[in-house]
C-alpha cells in the first residue's frame, strides 16, 4: 500500500524565498523576474502562474513533472544559495505562495505566487544602489537588469542601445504592475503597507528623484544622438 503525506491547509498563505533576476520586455513596456534555474527561461510577473517549461498543458505542479515555482523554506537557505558565483548579481525574493503547493524537506514547488519583497545587493562600485540597468546579457525578448547606483546607471544608459534598459527602482515597480517592497543593501526596513503606499501614490524618495533625473538625462543625450545621425548634425561642417 501506497501511502501518502497528509493534506495540508493553512490559515495564511505560506511564504518562501527563492533568487531570481529583475528584467525588462525588450519595449521596456514590462518587468518582471526571471528565475535562476530551470524556470529562468519563462520570465514571470509580481503575481503570475506557473507554467509548464516543457510545454505541456497540464496544471502545475504535477506530480510526474517538475513544472512549477520553487521556493526555499527559509531567508538563510536562499542566501546560502545566492554565495555561488552565477548568482551573485541576483536577487533575493520574498513570496507569498499561492494555489496548490507541493512541500519537500527545503522547499515547496507551487501553481501561483505573489512576490513580496526584492532585495538587492550593493552596486559593483560599492554605493547604494536606486536603480536597474542592462546587466549586459538576456533571454529573448528581455533583458536581465542589475542593481545599480545613480552615476553608474547614467553611465549606462548613456552607452545603451536603447533608453529605457535603465529603470529607478520605483519605475520598476511601476512598469512591473506593483505594488513590491525593494530594499536595497544595508537600507533600514520599513513596513510593508507604509512602502506600498508610497509606491502607488506616486511619492519619490530622495535616492529615488536622483536616479530619475540622472536617468531622464540619460535618455535625452540618447535622443539627440539619434536625432544627430538623421539630421547630419554629428557631420563637420
Known amino acids: 500500500m501506497r501511502l501518502r503525506l497528509p493534506e495540508e491547509r493553512p490559515a495564511t498563505p505560506p ?3 527563492k533568487l531570481a533576476h529583475p528584467v525588462i520586455s525588450h519595449d521596456g513596456s514590462r518587468t518582471g523576474f526571471a528565475g535562476v534555474s530551470l524556470g529562468g527561461a519563462l520570465p514571470y510577473g509580481f503575481v503570475d502562474e506557473a507554467r509548464c517549461v516543457y510545454g505541456r498543458r497540464h496544471p502545475c505542479p504535477a506530480l510526474r513533472c517538475d513544472c512549477g515555482f520553487y521556493c526555499l523554506h527559509t531567508f538563510d537557505q536562499a542566501l546560502a ?3 555561488a558565483s552565477e548568482h551573485r548579481r541576483a536577487v533575493l525574493l520574498e ?3 499561492l494555489g496548490a503547493y507541493i512541500r519537500f524537506e527545503r522547499g515547496m514547488r507551487y501553481a501561483r505566487q505573489r512576490v513580496r519583497v526584492a532585495r538587492v545587493g550593493a552596486c559593483t562600485c560599492g554605493r547604494m544602489p536606486c536603480a536597474f540597468a542592462d546587466a549586459g546579457w538576456g533571454r529573448t525578448g528581455w533583458r536581465v537588469l542589475t542593481a545599480v547606483c545613480a552615476e553608474c546607471a547614467a553611465r549606462r544608459a548613456r552607452t545603451a542601445f536603447a533608453p529605457w534598459t ?7 515597480v511601476r512598469r512591473g504592475g506593483g505594488p513590491l517592497r525593494i530594499v536595497a543593501g544595508g537600507e533600514p526596513e520599513a513596513e510593508e503597507e507604509d ?3 508610497r509606491v502607488v501614490s506616486g511619492v519619490r524618495t530622495v535616492p529615488e528623484l536622483v536616479a530619475e533625473a540622472t536617468l531622464m538625462q540619460a535618455r535625452l543625450d540618447w535622443l539627440q544622438r539619434q536625432l544627430a545621425r538623421f539630421t547630419g548634425g ?3 561642417s
Open 195 to 197: 512602502v506600498a503606499e
Open 234 to 236: 554629428g557631420k563637420g
Open 95 to 97: 513570496v507569498t505562495v
Open 166 to 172: 535603465a529603470v529607478s527602482f520605483a519605475e520598476f
Open 15 to 17: 511564504l518562501g524565498f
Open 81 to 83: 544559495l545566492a554565495c
